[in-house]
């Protein structure tokens, strides 16, 4: 079957890959053979990263309650001596990590989670402190200081989020999914309902944040074409300066995967609701920065993920926290069963100075090519990728390209520039998994196999079609 025709058949089809927000995924790390040193791993890519910027996640991994589909690095704790036991270690961990911060010029810093906005002033109030100490103009060179937040965690904390903007907080990611009471209590939230999400975005309008971002998930249970198109409705007249639209997925290691009594939907029936929203939000005068994300013009947006798309390379702190560079990308704690021993084992190594990359995934110069294009193609220069010999490694990558642009998904622009179209932005992950590589492939695929295999609940949902695992089953 030629690339073209397996192309138009995922997207007759209806595929829905998972969303590409990295590459490759984290299912594909392994130990490091040999053991790779932090230090080694930030020189040598100084040589292989496209410019010495740097983007900074700190992950904090708390929360109060632990929704059905989420298979993030999280625990449930809202224990204060517990925060300030985290912020300590983290905090020596920014320390540790200061030649590698002074090396470049910090663009980015993203709190997320987890819930950080769970912290209080004083945890916040030390990070910051020790990010001045480590890199003094911080707030001169950062275009975007993030957290996450859940609505509740801001009704409950109005003077924390002041405080931060204070301190020069510029954007908030604040969870919503959905605007419909069902499908908020069947996914699991049933803190975060629809009347404090809206007392948390008046909350939000009151004070002088920059950027407050939000999302909607397609295919919860009880949704509905007409009660997405409600909340989608509703979500652009409160007017966030950024809405994401997201197709839900959900992994075996999620809870609604290990219960398996959860039914979504999944199928291409969901990219009429991806339509409506891109159709409703473009004409409220947003503008579309990824297949997932609208932004209004000159205020909303996602620097970090953008810069990241764009090559420049991320320092993750914190107990779950990846690290994603263009020499290797690693992990130095975290598992697929996030628990608060190892979050322990997080702070005892983060005091000693002795934490380590545990496993990763390292690049060669093909890998580096496939990560650029599996992320970037809203704009990118193929020139860009001559440093890493994309004319010599062409022949693996054009088919691709070639088929994107004659099913009217990409075009060629002067100077060897490439951009999705608006319909390409719609099938972006179809494509975007087609540059997969056959180890990563592998990889994954070994990876979900054990995990299904631990999980005899999770094994009996490979039979269902609504069930989406790993690359494998998921691509097209």
């Given at each position: 079957?030629?690339?073209?025709?397996?192309?138009?058949?995922?997207?007759?089809?209806?595929?829905?890959?998972?969303?590409?927000?990295?590459?490759?995924?984290?299912?594909?790390?392994?130990?490091?053979?040999?053991?790779?040193?932090?230090?080694?791993?930030?020189?040598?890519?100084?040589?292989?990263?496209?410019?010495?910027?740097?983007?900074?996640?700190?992950?904090?991994?708390?929360?109060?309650?632990?929704?059905?589909?989420?298979?993030?690095?999280?625990?449930?704790?809202?224990?204060?001596?517990?925060?300030?036991?985290?912020?300590?270690?983290?905090?020596?961990?920014?320390?540790?990590?200061?030649?590698?911060?002074?090396?470049?010029?910090?663009?980015?810093?993203?709190?997320?989670?987890?819930?950080?906005?769970?912290?209080?002033?004083?945890?916040?109030?030390?990070?910051?402190?020790?990010?001045?100490?480590?890199?003094?103009?911080?707030?001169?060179?950062?275009?975007?200081?993030?957290?996450?937040?859940?609505?509740?965690?801001?009704?409950?904390?109005?003077?924390?989020?002041?405080?931060?903007?204070?301190?020069?907080?510029?954007?908030?990611?604040?969870?919503?999914?959905?605007?419909?009471?069902?499908?908020?209590?069947?996914?699991?939230?049933?803190?975060?309902?629809?009347?404090?999400?809206?007392?948390?975005?008046?909350?939000?309008?009151?004070?002088?944040?920059?950027?407050?971002?939000?999302?909607?998930?397609?295919?919860?249970?009880?949704?509905?074409?007409?009660?997405?198109?409600?909340?989608?409705?509703?979500?652009?007249?409160?007017?966030?300066?950024?809405?994401?639209?997201?197709?839900?997925?959900?992994?075996?290691?999620?809870?609604?995967?290990?219960?398996?009594?959860?039914?979504?939907?999944?199928?291409?029936?969901?990219?009429?609701?991806?339509?409506?929203?891109?159709?409703?939000?473009?004409?409220?005068?947003?503008?579309?920065?990824?297949?997932?994300?609208?932004?209004?013009?000159?205020?909303?947006?996602?620097?970090?993920?953008?810069?990241?798309?764009?090559?420049?390379?991320?320092?993750?702190?914190?107990?779950?926290?990846?690290?994603?560079?263009?020499?290797?990308?690693?992990?130095?704690?975290?598992?697929?069963?996030?628990?608060?021993?190892?979050?322990?084992?997080?702070?005892?190594?983060?005091?000693?100075?002795?934490?380590?990359?545990?496993?990763?995934?390292?690049?060669?110069?093909?890998?580096?090519?496939?990560?650029?294009?599996?992320?970037?193609?809203?704009?990118?220069?193929l020139r860009d990728l001559d440093r890493y010999g994309y004319r010599e490694h062409a022949h693996l990558f054009e088919p691709v390209l070639l088929a994107a642009e004659e099913l009217g998904l990409l075009t060629r622009l002067p100077g060897d520039r490439v951009q999705l179209t608006r319909i390409g932005f719609k099938y972006r992950d179809i494509i975007s998994w087609m540059f997969y590589s056959p180890e990563v492939v592998r990889l994954d695929e070994e990876f979900y196999r054990e995990l299904h295999n631990q999980n005899s609940r999770a094994t009996r949902l490979l039979g269902n079609p609504s069930f989406i695992s790993g690359l494998s089953s998921?691509?097209?």
């Amino acid at each position: 079957m030629s690339t073209k025709s397996e192309l138009q058949r995922s997207i007759d089809g209806g595929a829905i890959p998972p969303f590409v927000y990295c590459y490759p995924v984290r299912s594909s790390y392994r130990p490091l053979d040999p053991e790779r040193a932090v230090e080694a791993i930030w020189e040598e890519d100084l040589s292989h990263s496209p410019t010495r910027e740097l983007n900074l996640y700190l992950h904090v991994p708390f929360c109060r309650y632990k929704c059905g589909f989420c298979n993030l690095y999280t625990v449930i704790s809202e224990d204060a001596d517990v925060y300030d036991a985290y912020t300590e270690a983290l905090c020596a961990d920014i320390r540790r990590h200061a030649p590698v911060i002074r090396d470049r010029r910090l663009r980015t810093v993203y709190i997320g989670g987890g819930t950080p906005s769970l912290l209080h002033r004083r945890n916040f109030d030390q990070i910051f402190d020790t990010l001045t100490e480590v890199y003094p103009n911080w707030r001169s060179t950062t275009e975007e200081v993030a957290v996450e937040a859940t609505p509740d965690s801001i009704v409950d904390r109005p003077d924390t989020l002041r405080h931060l903007i204070a301190r020069g907080l510029t954007r908030v990611n604040m969870g919503i999914q959905s605007l419909r009471p069902q499908e908020i209590r069947e996914a699991g939230r049933g803190q975060a309902n629809e009347r404090t999400v809206r007392k948390a975005i008046e909350i939000v309008k009151t004070t002088e944040l920059a950027n407050l971002s939000t999302d909607l998930i397609m295919g919860f249970a009880g949704q509905d074409d007409q009660s997405w198109r409600e909340s989608v409705d509703e979500l652009v007249e409160l007017a966030p300066e950024t809405i994401s639209t997201y197709f839900l997925t959900i992994r075996p290691d999620a809870w609604f995967s290990k219960t398996g009594r959860y039914r979504y939907m999944r199928n291409g029936a969901l990219y009429e609701r991806y339509d409506y929203a891109q159709e409703k939000l473009l004409s409220a005068g947003y503008v579309q920065e990824s297949n997932v994300r609208y932004k209004k013009p000159g205020r909303g947006g996602y620097v970090q993920k953008v810069l990241q798309f764009h090559g420049v390379p991320v320092l993750g702190l914190g107990s779950g926290a990846r690290t994603y560079t263009n020499t290797v990308d690693y992990i130095v704690g975290g598992s697929a069963n996030p628990n608060l021993a190892e979050v322990g084992d997080y702070i005892r190594g983060a005091n000693a100075g002795v934490l380590a990359p545990r496993a990763g995934f390292v690049y060669d110069d093909v890998e580096r090519i496939r990560k650029r294009l599996a992320l970037d193609l809203f704009d990118l220069n193929l020139r860009d990728l001559d440093r890493y010999g994309y004319r010599e490694h062409a022949h693996l990558f054009e088919p691709v390209l070639l088929a994107a642009e004659e099913l009217g998904l990409l075009t060629r622009l002067p100077g060897d520039r490439v951009q999705l179209t608006r319909i390409g932005f719609k099938y972006r992950d179809i494509i975007s998994w087609m540059f997969y590589s056959p180890e990563v492939v592998r990889l994954d695929e070994e990876f979900y196999r054990e995990l299904h295999n631990q999980n005899s609940r999770a094994t009996r949902l490979l039979g269902n079609p609504s069930f989406i695992s790993g690359l494998s089953s998921a691509a097209v």
